[in-house]
């Protein structure tokens, strides 16, 4: 259902777009796959429930970001679906769809310590396996207080087959200190809204999104200036 959305809106924006007037602004631009990639017209929605939608396109393409309608850094691929991004091209022989979905790999990002757990002291610091979740081989170095608690873990190897949500043990101390998975390689984001300017908006974004075949497309250094919410 939510390509047939797509397609939809992918059509509506193609048409409106020849009755736009083309200036330099808005802007919004980036590296797809290492390639510069410009969009000829860029607008935002709001949505019910306090999001927007920004709907990018260039010829038959189109890149589509919801977050949530304030300032601050807002992440893509976690449990929260309805923070997303997506990147379609259509033509009359094929549709290619990409979406921050959810899907297991390796840990990309974490949520952070979600249970400090407590005997840990001696190994602030260093490097210590994991249980738990979907997926194996996750590696983290943590810091400790002096009362033994975790209070903070950093990715030394990533691992296989872990999904968004996962909450995993660290071992060791008495192992009951846990930390959350955000988000997967193939699958995850950030967007910052920076400003909030009357009706426009500016801020900086980057995704990796991902096909049902597991191909992945990457927009990195990407940019957003000046678009208006209509």
């Known amino acids: 259902m939510k390509k047939i959305v797509q397609i939809v809106a992918l059509v509506i924006l193609l048409v409106s777009c020849e009755n736009d007037i083309k200036t330099n602004l808005p ?3 980036g590296e797809k796959d290492n390639i510069a990639w410009r969009a000829s017209d860029t607008k935002i929605t ?3 429930g306090g999001t927007i939608t920004i709907n990018a396109y260039k ?4 890149v589509t970001i919801t977050v949530p309608n304030t300032v601050g850094t807002h992440y893509l691929g976690t449990t929260n679906q309805g923070v997303n ?4 091209y259509s033509n009359q022989q094929s549709l290619l769809y990409f ?5 297991e790999g390796p840990v990309f990002k974490l949520e952070g310590v979600t249970i400090p757990g407590t005997g ?3 190994l602030n610091g260093n490097n210590v396996t994991t249980t738990g979740g979907s997926g194996n081989g996750l590696t983290l170095k943590i810091q400790t207080n002096s009362s033994g608690a975790v209070t903070g873990a950093t990715i030394v190897s990533r691992g296989v087959g872990y ?3 996962d909450l995993i043990t660290i071992n060791g101390g008495n192992g009951n200190a846990k930390v959350t998975v955000l988000n997967v390689s193939k699958s995850n984001g950030e967007v910052e809204i920076e400003k909030i300017e009357g009706n426009l908006y500016s801020g900086t974004f980057k995704f990796n999104a991902v096909d049902e075949q597991g191909t992945v497309v990457n927009f990195n ?3 957003f200036y000046k678009v208006p919410i209509l």
């Open 27 to 29: 802007a919004f631009l």
């Open 46 to 48: 709001a949505n019910p």
């Open 59 to 62: 010829d038959n393409e189109m």
């Open 85 to 88: 991004a997506t990147y379609s």
């Open 99 to 103: 979406e921050t979905a959810l899907i």
């Open 120 to 122: 840990y002291a001696a």
């Open 163 to 165: 999904e968004p949500g």
């Open 221 to 223: 250094k990407g940019i």
